[in-house]
């Protein structure tokens, strides 16, 4: 079984449209976060939870909206997708102990 | 805050040699320290961590890592380079001791792309 699995891969969609990318872990882990990866392989972390609190949220547009139904699952829902929004999206999921992330396999998301 | 510094973009060797991936860091306490790989169209793995204890650290694929707390630094290291060991590699940092908040977050590196040639 794969531990952090990601859905879609690929995202392709026109500029205005409201997509969500999904994320689901089987490690039992209690903190799960967002990254962002741009063009240049910049990973910038947008979000995270702990025990299904959102505990930051760094400078990203209030059009991104994490929600995380269960322990197990986080999803991202990005409202009035902009060019600026392409790139790829990582969840990832940790556990309070351990330091180390888990990362699922991305979204790459390209606004046309 | 603490930040993560790469100096290289990217590393060439020679399959069979050594290499070293260069990472410093700073944090204003303790550092749990990472390294990550990506391979083309993939997410992270998680290589090998410092938290506390020696210094040298092995990871996964015959990799290690050195902590140095003198030079804050945490280079990656190989005795003999593969081909397949060729990637984007990942230094990253969390304050030790803080989860949750944001002195609790990992902070990546840039990235370094390690290219091994046969």
């Known amino acids: 079984d794969t531990a952090v699995s990601q859905t879609p891969k690929y995202l392709v969609t026109q500029m205005g449209n409201d997509k969500s990318i999904k994320c689901e872990q089987n490690?039992?882990?209690?903190?799960m976060y967002w990254y962002k990866q741009d063009s240049k392989k910049f990973l910038k972390i947008m979000f995270s939870?702990?025990?299904?609190?959102?505990?930051i949220n760094e400078t990203v547009p209030n059009r991104f909206s994490p929600k995380s139904p269960d322990k197990a699952h986080l999803n991202l829902h990005i409202n009035s997708l902009e060019l600026g929004d392409s790139a790829v999206y990582f969840c990832?999921?940790?556990?309070?102990?351990?330091?180390?992330?888990?990362f699922g396999e991305g979204s790459r998301l390209t606004v046309l | 805050a603490q930040s993560v510094a790469q100096p290289e973009d990217q590393v060439n060797v020679a399959e069979g040699n050594p290499l070293t991936v260069k990472c410093t860091y700073s944090?204003?306490?303790?550092?749990?320290l990472f390294w990550y790989v990506q391979y083309p169209n993939r997410g992270l793995q998680f290589l090998l961590k410092?938290?506390?204890?020696?210094?040298l650290v092995k990871g996964s694929y015959g990799f290690e890592a050195e902590f140095n707390k003198s030079q804050t630094s945490f280079h990656l290291k190989k005795p003999s380079a593969l081909v397949s060991d060729s990637a984007l590699y990942f230094c990253?940092?969390?304050?030790?001791?803080?989860?949750?908040?944001?002195?609790?977050?990992?902070?990546f590196g840039k990235g370094t792309k390690l290219s091994v040639k046969p």
């Open positions: 990832a999921f940790g556990g309070q102990n351990t330091g180390e992330l888990f």
């Open positions: 990253a940092v969390r304050e030790f001791g803080w989860y949750g908040g944001s002195q609790g977050n990992l902070i």
């Open positions: 939870y702990n025990n299904k609190e959102l505990i």
């Open positions: 490690l039992g882990h209690d903190t």
């Open positions: 944090v204003s306490g303790n550092p749990y």
């Open positions: 410092y938290i506390t204890g020696d210094n």
